[in-house]
């Protein structure tokens, strides 16, 4: 994107390289901060739509209500303005949508009070959809406990809580794998760094519940849905971490992530080490989902129109 491009900045659009904050902004005051990742895909038909728009900006005044800060925007402004961003900035393409909200103003008190205002900024920039293409990655069981929900809830998207997922992150690479997996401090398995993690098992497939500590992931719901709605039989439960040495199947499951097979966990093939069945009948029909590919003469594609919010009217 040019250095110039429109960013939406509390309730206005200003140049990317002018949205700026000052340094006493940033450290301490930022702990509450809290963000969304958002994809728009181009469709079936050639228009641009967001998915799940309303479902990401909900997640976000949620987070920032339940880190007991105020938000001067409605969802059907933060709507309004993340389409006019997207058109302002003429998207026709894939694009990642980032918005992102912190404590207004300078705070030096150690604690940013609660009922303090955000400001909250969009950015938009293209990203390369791996949907239908044959990436896979391999993982690692981090030696990082999971953080509890009774220590900071894990629903709650706070920049703070990736600390955590970092340090996990780091630890995989430096183990020769792409992405860490999560136990919390029961052994149950919870979420990678980034993404929401499910795996197969006898052709079911089974995902953590919420109970575990992880975030209530839009697309683990997407996921969830058209399984349901495509006779894939489903489990939300606590799972166990030896359970991944019994999985025939591992996917990461995340805006990002969209739906990747996990082939590998701590050097140790998963089933026969290839995308599973499963995996990939699901990355079919989110791949179908996204780009808002129309429902089948008998029916058998779920179709959901009302996920996909147009850019261009
Ligand atoms: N868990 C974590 C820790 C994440 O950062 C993300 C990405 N937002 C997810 C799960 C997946 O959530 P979603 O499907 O809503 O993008």
């Not at 008190?109 to 293409?133: C, H, N, Y």
Request: charge should be negative; aromatic fraction near 8%; hydrophobic fraction near 40%.
């Amino acid at each position: 994107m040019p250095p110039d491009h429109p960013v939406w900045r509390s309730g206005t659009f200003v140049p990317w390289d002018r949205a700026t904050v000052h340094a006493s902004s940033v450290g301490h005051a930022s702990v509450s901060a809290s963000f969304e990742g958002v994809h728009a895909y181009r469709g079936a038909d050639g228009g641009l739509a967001v998915f799940r728009l309303h479902d990401h900006l909900r997640r976000m005044l949620n987070s920032i209500s339940w880190a007991d800060l105020v938000s001067p925007w409605s969802l059907e402004e933060l709507v309004e303005a993340t389409l006019e961003l997207c058109r302002r900035n003429d998207r026709h393409e894939d694009t990642y949508i980032r918005p992102w909200c912190f404590a207004a103003g300078v705070h030096r008190e150690q604690m940013v009070p609660a009922g303090t205002e955000v400001e909250i900024i969009i950015d938009v920039w293209p990203f390369r959809s791996k949907l239908g293409t044959d990436t896979t990655a391999k993982a690692a069981v981090s030696s990082w406990t999971r953080f509890g929900a009774n220590a900071m809830p894990p629903q709650l998207k706070a920049f703070s809580n990736y600390h955590n997922g970092r340090l996990g992150t780091n630890e995989a690479r430096a183990r020769g794998a792409d992405w860490p997996i999560f136990v919390n401090q029961e052994g149950h398995l919870t979420e990678s760094s980034g993404a929401n993690l499910a795996i197969v098992r006898d052709g079911v497939l089974v995902t953590p519940w919420l109970a575990s500590g992880v975030l209530d992931g839009i697309t683990r719901a997407t996921v969830l849905q058209l399984c349901r709605e495509s006779g894939v039989p489903t489990e939300v439960r606590a799972i166990g971490r030896a359970e991944l040495l019994q999985a025939e199947e591992v996917l990461f499951i995340g805006t990002a992530a969209e739906v990747l097979p996990i082939v590998e966990v701590d050097g140790r093939p998963v089933g026969q080490g290839t995308v599973g069945p499963v995996t990939a009948r699901i990355a079919g029909l989110y791949h179908d989902a996204v780009r808002g590919k129309a429902r089948t003469a008998d029916g058998a594609r779920p179709f959901h129109p009302e996920w996909r919010i147009p850019v261009w009217g």
